[in-house]
């Protein structure tokens, strides 16, 4: 575009928080520290409940053939609170809850949070010890857990005796195993039946910006997991930070951000990440009730059946991570659904190549999205889309107008534009410290600012380019290998869906990186021809000494980050 951009970030930046607007910002002290927050964002995730309440008989969940409505979803939510009461849940008591994505599952997290409750979302994807040590650390109260996940848990109960109340979502007809379980059915009913369940008012609990809300264990791809305590405050901070990225790329293409208009379709999101993660439950839940969206969930991803969703629902935003959208776009019945409700297509967690942005904004019509944030920060850190992703398709985007990075020396100086170093954030959204862990608490928050581990960089004008993990980057023979700049060049080549580079062990070099990659449907390519491909875009040393084709996506985890310690296993078997 000729005139792009017609503002700095900075500009824009100050026109949508300027005083009286929707997302002024106003500095307060957290924790003894002045910090920019956002003015107007609701104070708590209490608020965020009220708030969905009011879209009354919109559809909120789609999971399959069960629809929820707003209002369905609010007198599940409060039954459920109620109950908690009644068992003896006190303000800062932990609520665990672990299942897949189900309706059940934003039921359980809001009847937790509204009754004051320290809500302790744990990956279900993890095993019954891993379960276990999540329990056990966080010294949950209660339990929530599907059937599925019951069955891995139940051999541990044993050892879980702070658990006063475990209940059982979508229960079979089979006893249930230990004698503090209750089938969730027996409380609230099944989805279909939520709407017949009376009005109730919430808790008589006083709740505040700065009490705290979630535990969310970190992804664990090093060491135990950690839980990262948040606040009120850190989780709302999405809410206002995914309205001003959208209104930011109006200002940067010289156009007025557009007024809501009340009659306009709903917007719709096909969740294709778990609400167990940062980014599903504070990116996605939490904005999609505030402002009345829907969310179409799914059991398990299959790209058949989400081009059926995003046709059937009138889904506008997809996405989770690259490889989802690469498999939208090359899939050969691609043309046989309506796909033009879509208005954006986002994703973080991992690289992705230049051409996926160009193809998102030329076959879809819709906005590319691309961001960076941890669980630390609260979920979205940085943000980036339409024209600046396609123009600067290798950045996650400047952070948003609350928050501030920084990119330090390991002896924590700040360096100029441009210049590797540790990313350091500091915001109204990071959290306050890892559970019963003050060492690690020390190490990773200092003077508020969290010590990310990735290794980056930060241009003039404040687009942050995220470079490797700290602890992932190859050093072969004395010299410095980011993993991430091989993988964008693997990324280039037309055949690339999938790619990951690990290093090696050697026995003079130290080690050597060896590539992993998922080539896309139909397309071919052979080792020789991928390794000449980087050699002619980096330096000879860069070049892995040898690529693994692997026939399904690179395995991940729920963040979408691929796990490179699985993929060194693949390499010692």
């Not at 109730?200 to 809300?213: M, N």
């Not at 993660?277 to 009730?289: D, F, I, K, N, R």
Request: glycine share 8%.
């Amino acid at each position: 575009m000729t005139n792009w951009p017609a503002m700095t970030i900075a500009q824009a930046h100050a026109v949508l928080t300027a005083a009286g607007s929707p997302l002024e910002m106003e500095t307060v002290v957290i924790r003894g520290r002045p910090t920019r927050t956002w003015k107007n964002a609701p104070p708590s995730l209490r608020a965020v409940f009220e708030a969905g309440r009011a879209h009354g008989d919109k559809v909120f969940l789609v999971l399959e053939d069960e629809r929820v409505t707003f209002e369905q979803f609010a007198r599940a939510t409060l039954r459920l609170a109620a109950q908690l009461v009644a068992d003896g849940v006190e303000k800062g008591d932990r609520v665990a809850i672990v299942m897949r994505n189900l309706p059940e599952w934003p039921v359980a997290f809001f009847a937790a949070s509204i009754a004051g409750a320290i809500v302790t979302p744990l990956n279900a994807w993890w095993t019954g010890a891993e379960l276990e040590y999540g329990l056990a650390d966080s010294g949950a109260k209660v339990l929530i857990a599907d059937n599925e996940r019951m069955g891995r848990i139940e051999p541990h109960l044993p050892a879980l005796g702070a658990i006063t109340r475990i209940y059982e979502a979508r229960s079979t007809e089979d006893p249930l195993g230990d004698p503090r379980t209750v089938r969730l059915e027996a409380i609230i009913g099944t989805s279909d039946s939520w709407g017949s369940l009376a009005d109730r008012a919430l808790p008589a609990v006083d709740i505040g910006p700065e009490d705290d809300a979630t535990l969310f264990y970190t992804s664990g791809t090093t060491g135990k997991p950690k839980g990262a305590l948040g606040t009120h405050r850190n989780i709302v901070s999405n809410i206002m930070a995914s309205a001003c990225s959208a209104a930011r790329s109006y200002l940067r293409r010289g156009e007025a951000p557009p007024v809501a208009d009340p009659e306009a379709p709903q917007k719709a999101t096909l969740l294709s990440v778990p609400f167990f993660h940062a980014t599903g439950c504070h990116a996605v839940l939490s904005p999609s009730l505030f402002a009345g969206a829907k969310l179409v969930l799914m059991r398990k991803w299959d790209v058949m059946a989400a081009m059926a969703l995003i046709e059937r629902e009138r889904v506008t935003g997809c996405g989770g991570v690259p490889t989802i959208a690469w498999q939208i776009l090359e899939h050969p019945e691609r043309g046989r659904f309506d796909l033009s409700s879509l208005e954006t297509v986002s994703y973080g967690g991992a690289p992705s190549a230049p051409e996926l942005v160009r193809q998102i904004s030329k076959q879809f019509k819709a906005a590319p999205g691309n961001g960076w944030g941890m669980t630390e920060t609260s979920a979205t850190f940085t943000h980036h889309m339409a024209e600046d992703y396609e123009n600067r398709p290798d950045s996650c985007g400047p952070p948003v107008p609350v928050c501030d990075l920084q990119v330090r020396d390991p002896d924590g100086n700040v360096l100029p534009p441009n210049t590797v170093g540790e990313l350091y954030g500091f915001g109204p959204n990071v959290v306050k410290e890892y559970w019963n862990k003050p060492e690690a608490t020390a190490a990773t928050f200092v003077d508020g600012w969290v010590r990310t581990g990735d290794l980056a960089k930060i241009d003039e004008e404040g687009f942050c380019f995220i470079v490797d993990r700290a602890k992932d980057m190859l050093i072969r023979g004395g010299e410095n290998i980011y993993c991430v700049e091989v993988e964008a060049a693997l990324y280039e080549h037309p055949a690339v869906m999938d790619a990951a580079l690990v290093g090696r062990e050697h026995k003079t070099l130290g080690e050597e990186p060896v590539a992993f990659v998922t080539l896309k449907p139909g397309m071919d390519a052979g080792e020789d021809e991928l390794r000449a491909f980087v050699a002619a875009r980096l330096a000879a040393f860069k070049v892995p000494v040898a690529v693994h084709f692997e026939r399904e996506p690179l395995v991940r985890n729920a963040n979408g980050k691929i796990l490179k310690t699985e993929l060194k296993k693949l390499l010692a078997g």
